[in-house]
């Protein structure tokens, strides 16, 4: 088992996991610690017949000597965990598509995480806001969240979780839909943030305020007398507005970041076919 291959008579069966982080292919240890990877239950073992086995051997990248092929091990297909997202599986959608993240900040006991639980539990049961419920990576996570406010958790007032501490800072995903189906679906990834952080830091109170909204909000500080400064990032058509409103109001400093994001550097001997199909 340690070799990650189980002979048999008119088969050889090998071991596969579940979980992308496991290493029992290549050095029989399991994910989970279990002496035995077949308790586990990421194991996922695929067997392979006879003529199969045949045709690796004759294929040249098969090792006769071990009687296991020198090429990469197979792997199985990864499956999500259903828990909370650290930095790299957040980094993981936006790579996949554009991404709205929305972080909820505030002091102790302000309804931070209620506000979580209950954007999902709203989704469970329709439309919220002209948008559908479409998929969900994080869904045990959610219920998680959601379980201490339900008569299931067998507490005679509801409750819900605490904010983690910004070392343990997770999101949560949620992919929602207009209801009109016109458009594609939107990715979003959620996370409570303690305000009591800022207070940590040094920063008297009042000083820092986070306001969320849309291109209503956004133009109302812009053009507001008492700001004095504005800084924007996003398309070049929104930008213009924003300097318009910054430079109408009390000529407030603005600083912006527009355009696309990502850039890439494409090197002479750079295989382009090849990127297009990956």
């Known amino acids: 088992m340690s070799n990650a291959t189980i002979n048999n008579a008119a088969t050889s069966e090998f071991v596969m996991c579940k979980e992308p982080a496991c290493t029992v292919v290549t050095d029989g240890m399991c994910y989970e ?33 071990t009687s296991e092929p020198s ?32 972080v909820l900040a505030g002091p102790n006991d302000s309804g931070k995480t209620t506000l979580l639980a209950s954007i999902f539990e709203h989704f469970l049961q329709g439309a919220l806001a002209g948008y559908l419920f479409a998929g969900c990576e994080t869904s045990p996570a959610f219920d998680s969240r959601c379980h201490l406010s339900r008569t299931d958790s067998g507490r005679r007032t509801e409750d819900t979780e605490r904010t983690k501490s910004f070392s343990e800072q997770t999101m949560l995903h949620l992919r929602v839909r207009d209801e009109a189906l016109l458009n594609p679906p939107r990715d979003l990834l959620l996370s409570d943030l303690r305000g009591e952080l800022f207070n940590e830091a040094g920063f008297p109170p009042g000083v820092v305020n986070l306001l969320s909204g849309a291109g209503q909000t956004g ?45 890439a550097l494409i090197f002479d001997d750079a295989d382009i076919e090849n990127a297009l199909n990956q």
């Open 33 to 65: 610690g279990l002496a035995n990877p077949s308790q586990c239950p990421n194991y996922a073992p695929l067997v392979i017949g006879d003529d199969e086995i045949a045709a690796l051997e004759a294929d040249a990248d098969w090792d006769a000597e």
């Open 71 to 102: 090429r990469e091990p197979l792997v199985g297909v990864p499956l999500f965990t259903g828990r909370e997202l650290d930095h790299a599986g957040a980094h993981r959608i936006m790579l996949h598509a554009v991404t709205r993240v929305i």
């Open 219 to 263: 133009s109302l500080l812009a053009s507001h007398m008492k700001i004095a400064k504005i800084s924007f990032t996003g398309s070049a058509a929104t930008g213009r507005k924003v300097q318009e409103a910054a430079t109408k109001s009390n000529l407030k400093k603005c600083t912006l970041e527009l355009g696309g994001k990502s850039p």
